[in-house]
């Protein structure tokens, strides 16, 4: 630019004197202007853009300024002013038109993705400033794949005719990796402890693999807020992130990510109460509805969940406008904190209409049924975040922003949803190795967003060495616009001699309706109707298995299942409950009649600064012919419910028959205890390891005429303790138990190396 306007000086200086009639001893007169030069850009653009008129007077620095504005249109590579007598004459040389825009060396990002973040365009001039900013933005692209030392070059390949080539050529570098988070001020929970709060993970044994490992500073605002997440919810009030500072290794093919933080201390919940400042509103039906008890830990859920119970109460006696903040009062000393709902009268505004923005796949019903408000009701702020969680848990949705406008009047507010949709389907292949089940594979179709209604299709085709398994579900999450979860399924299964001397054929259709009973509880009923086949059994079999081979194969059945859960809740991060209890009743048509009912209770307790999980479970079942008798396909025979022993490996045999097969019993029970710990090993390896204690058995079986049985009616328990090593690999996780029986009867068939693994793509 400096030389350009060094040279327009240079010409106008030696030519002064050939200019005629100049107005004043400083100003200038062109009688004419020639263009020359220019082929696409006609001379009255030039003109105009240059702002000069022929016979206008003009001073030098008008003059310059004309030559400046066409230098930053952007349209020439090159600019001149050069007096000739009356005649000004504008010399241009444009910019070539963009042929065809390339992309050299890219392997990590296709080119139609880079193309579409560059703003050049083939078939418009060539435009150095749009190239540079689109190098820069191509690097960026490339920096949030976590390649920061990426480097784009924008080349200009001249061609025939005033046109020329552009190309990015694409040096990617290396991935730069996170090579290791680290945190300051930490004093009751440890650095690997917090590492798995946040999403940036370390550069481990498989990077190549992942891609949380790859830095990211959009990520680090994320673990910023999920970290305050974590100690909020351990009741660490004053808890801050006093900065999140990455810091780039000299190769800079690394980060190293520190968070500096202050924990303060946790507080417990000493008392509650409810305090009324509405006029007329008691406050004592309130705090019959706090269930806070005193000694727990505070944090943000467990308030929230008591403003909800609050809010309802005001519903039920037909108050609006009611808003309830908590107080809180501390005591350092004690760490403790009582907190006060205080019930106030909130401003009166109306919910005038929901609009939903940014949706184009899911209908606007599906986001807005997530509202409890509607169109009308007393505007509820609270509500609208809780809608705006709701909403971002959908599969479909990747964000959802809930603010609000003015409406039409003044007690009037617009509840505004800005939603940024992701992909709702999904094509999976899987595959599986187990020692009772072998090599398996699955292929599976997911939808979440079916046909933009928030229905669900899942489709799954599977087959192992001696499975096959086939199963198609529709899902109706929302029935009748309620919380009714509708679903119905069909589903084939097929075993052949799966560790037994006998082949077994389950083809049925199920339909379900699940709703909630309780803040954790939740109940479904659901009606079945199979055709249960036991088939091909050996001669060399129990008396028992043959007969049954003989028996009817329909089955029609109404069932219930109750499951109460307290980890979903997040209710309190150290200790969870959950409980389940099922029953099936068949004989309604069909061939088999009978009541089963299982039931599990565990209790999960992470202790030692959250490193180590233990836990405990129970869980039983009995089956209860009404009529006939009882088949293997419908007994227990705790495959999946007692480590340390075969598939098939405990309960009544017949040693009358020369295979001695398990024949499973009508009833069993079994408790299991766990705990889970870190080996010692660095934590990006994603190896943990295990211990493990199961005590169970199960007996009872009618149908015996015939056979030798031992197992059948005595309450022989058995028991393995064991080992486990968990590697959360990118390709699935794997699991390796080592286990020994402690307990066991002579026929039983022990197991003491299991090693499963299943993996998704």
């Known amino acids: 630019m400096a030389a350009r306007r060094a040279a327009f000086t240079f010409c106008l200086a030696v030519s002064a004197a050939a200019i005629s009639a100049p107005a004043t001893a400083q100003d200038f007169r062109f009688d004419t202007i020639r263009i020359e030069g220019n082929e696409r850009v006609t001379d009255q653009t030039i003109t105009g853009q240059a702002e000069i008129s022929p ?18 249109t952007g349209l020439f590579e090159d600019v001149e002013f050069v007096p000739d007598g009356n005649t000004l004459v504008i010399r241009v040389s444009e ?4 042929d065809v825009i390339n992309f050299e060396g ?13 703003q050049s365009q083939q078939g418009r001039p060539f435009s ?8 820069s933005e191509l690097a960026t692209l490339y920096r949030q794949r976590g390649r920061y030392a990426a480097e784009v070059t924008p080349r200009i390949i001249p061609r025939s005719g005033n046109r020329a080539s552009l190309v990015f050529e694409v040096n990617e570098g290396a991935t730069t990796e996170v090579e290791r988070v680290s945190f300051v001020g930490n004093r009751e929970y440890s650095d690997r402890r917090l590492r798995r709060a946040i999403e940036t993970k370390q550069a481990g044994l498989l990077r190549s693999f992942i891609s949380r490992d790859r830095f990211a500073a959009e990520r680090v605002d994320a673990d910023r807020d999920a970290l305050r997440d974590f100690y909020l919810a ?8 006093l900065s999140a500072t990455p810091e780039m290794s000299q190769e800079r ?16 919940i000493a008392g509650t109460d409810v305090r009324s400042e509405i006029q007329g509103v008691e406050a004592a ?3 019959e509805e706090l269930r806070l008890r005193s000694g727990t830990t505070y944090s943000p859920a467990r308030i929230e969940n008591a403003i909800t119970r609050l809010e309802r109460v005001a519903d039920r006696q037909g108050l609006r406008f009611v808003e309830v903040e908590p107080s809180l009062s501390r005591n350092e000393t004690a760490g403790t904190v009582d907190v006060t709902f205080v019930l106030r009268q909130a401003e009166r505004l109306f919910v005038e209409r929901i609009d939903i923005r940014g949706n184009t796949n899911p209908r606007d019903s599906v986001i807005r049924r997530h509202f409890d408000t509607v169109e009308g009701d007393p505007f509820n702020p609270r509500e609208l975040t809780r809608a705006a969680d709701r909403i971002r848990d959908l599969e479909y949705i990747g964000d959802a922003q809930v603010r609000t406008e003015e409406g039409s009047a003044d007690d009037q507010v617009v509840v505004v949803v800005d939603v940024e949709e992701q992909p709702s389907g999904s094509i999976g292949f899987g595959v599986s190795y187990g020692i009772d089940a072998g090599l398996g594979g699955v292929a599976t179709f997911r939808e979440a967003n079916l046909f933009g209604r928030g229905q669900e299709l899942d489709i799954s085709l599977g087959f ?6 086939t199963s198609i579900t529709f899902t109706e999450p929302y029935f009748l616009d309620r919380d009714l979860e509708l679903s119905a399924s069909a589903y084939w299964q097929e075993t052949e001699r799966f560790n037994a001397a006998y082949n077994t054929r389950n083809i049925g259709v199920e339909t379900s309706l699940g709703f909630p009973v309780s803040e954790q509880g939740r109940l479904s009923l659901r009606y079945r109707v199979s055709r249960d086949s036991l088939r091909g059994v050996s001669d060399e079999s129990s008396a028992v298995l043959q007969r049954e081979e003989g028996f009817g194969d329909y089955t029609s059945s109404v069932g219930y299942t109750y499951r109460y859960d307290t980890r979903e809740a997040g209710l309190n991060p150290v200790m969870d409950y959950y409980l389940r209890f099922r029953q099936d009743f068949a004989g309604l048509g069909g061939d088999q009649r009978y009541i089963k009912s299982t039931a599990l209770a565990g209790v999960e307790r992470r202790i030692m600064s959250e490193e180590v999980t233990l836990r405990a479970e129970l869980e039983g079942g009995n089956l209860s012919m009404i009529d006939g008798d009882s088949r293997v396909l419908e007994r227990f025979a705790l495959n999946r419910e007692m480590r340390g022993f075969q598939f098939n490996g405990i309960g009544p045999r017949d040693f009358a028959a020369e295979n001695e097969d398990a024949l499973g019993g009508n009833n069993f029970i079994v408790a299991r205890f766990e705990a889970d710990f870190p080996l010692g090993l660095p934590e990006e390896y994603g190896i943990d390891g295990g211990l493990f204690l199961d005590v169970g058995t199960t007996w009872g079986l009618d149908n015996t005429d015939g056979a030798e049985l031992r197992g059948s009616d005595d309450f022989s328990l058995r028991s393995a303790v064991g080992f486990s090593v968990f590697w959360d690999t990118p390709i699935g996780p794997l699991r390796f138990d080592f286990s020994r029986a402690l307990l066991k009867e002579d026929f039983d068939e022990e197991r003491n190396f299991d090693l499963t693994v299943s993996t998704r793509f």
Do not use: K
């Open 55 to 72: 016979g206008q007077a003009l001073s030098a620095s008008e003059v310059n300024d004309g030559y400046q504005r066409l230098v930053e």
């Open 95 to 98: 910019y070539p038109v963009i």
């Open 106 to 118: 890219n392997d990590r990002i296709d080119d139609d993705d880079l193309r579409e973040a560059v």
């Open 128 to 135: 150095p400033s749009t190239a540079e900013s689109d190098a």
């Open 234 to 241: 351990r009741g660490y009030l004053d808890f801050e992130v």
């Open 253 to 268: 093919d690394a980060f190293f990510l520190t968070f500096n933080i202050r924990e303060g201390q946790s507080f417990d």
């Open 285 to 287: 039906p309130f705090r």
């Open 464 to 469: 192992g060495t001696d499975t096959q398994d």
